[in-house]
């Protein structure tokens, strides 16, 4: 039955592609997702599943991952798990946090964030952000901090690095209290030349297709500091490893990812490569998780070809990344000319530009179609809820509520 869906759904998009053609219009599909696989990623996947399983387990490529990881990013250890919401966890873990510790969180992130809390037993308080570069506002912070706050978790968002960066480390600091940094958005992005995830306690990067570098799920976390990086060495050592059967999924899911998204004849790829592996897709969060079950496979630690696929992307990062701020100085200057207030670059920052946000009129964000129209592009949408995509609310953060109304996103890797 599976099977048969998609010969139809195949058959349907060839029709609408054929009908696009005669009517004398291009056949564009507008780019989205992360956009940094390449053919050599498609290589090393298929590679990969043809492979002797035991292969998989070779901890050495894991570990090389991690060390070049770090000698990238200016850090002392790195972890890499299957999630940067399982490097989250890990933290937690490696901070001693405990059932009724409080934590203070952006009022303006991915729902995978305060989950990994609440698996923790930990209670969650909401911090307003500020709509320069949707960072937590350093003011909302100093009024939320109480004798139980345990923990502080600080974003750099769309790939920049947050307005009030300084400060709210500063704060943290003066408080006695750890920050993680969920630089999820923003792997290699520069303050003061220093790559961001530096300054707190601990940092977490995500390898998810959407992000900066892409191993369809992945991430780290991050540490500069002996003790912690001890704890987090012992969590990995203790982690799960996926199922050969879930590894044989996500590399599966490089090949759809790339003939979906990227490869320049993917007008008709796309439906080949579907009917072939369609029923290999993967879901970075299912329903129940953004519900807040924790899933069966969940904080599992990276294996082999995942990190085989990390280390590829890692020597390619750099290029994307200039790529990434090119086409932003291109999006500002759409912005200037349409009266659209232009993405902020803190002084002595260098932003990365993963996407690049704009507020816009809300019902340019409810109904996206002008995007496709007027500039030929897919309009992100990071993100539509507080804590995105669940539906669950939050309190006292109006800004996070005008930005969930008004921030859309451009991609910036387009092809
Ligand atoms: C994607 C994302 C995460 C989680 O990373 P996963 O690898 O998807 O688990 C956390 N925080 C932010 C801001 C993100 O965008």
Redesign the pocket.
Known sequence: MMGLWRYRHAARNQYRNLRTVLSGKPLIYPSFGSMTLESDDVRLARDCLAQDRLTWQDENVVTEYQKEFCQWNGSRFAFAFM???VALSACIHALGLKAGDEAILPGY??V??PNAFHFAGIRTVYCDIELETYGLDADCLKSLITPNTRVIVI?H?YGLVCRDYGKLVDIAHRHNIPVIE?C??AMGAEYQGVKVGNSGSLSIY?S?QS?VINTI???LAVTNDEVLGHKLQKYWDEAPRPSNDFVDKLLHNVLLNYYTMKHPQRWYLRDIIHIKHGNKRLI?TTTAEELGTRPENYGAKMVAPVARLGLNQLRKIDRFNLQRRDTASKWAEWCRNNGYRVASSVADSLPIFLRYPVLVEPERKSNRGWARQELGIELGVWFRSNLHPSQRTVVNCPRADEAVKRCVNFPTLLT
């Open positions: 999630g940067g919401r992130t991915c995978v964030v974003h968002l969920d999820a958005q995500s998810e992000k799920q992945g991430g970075s």
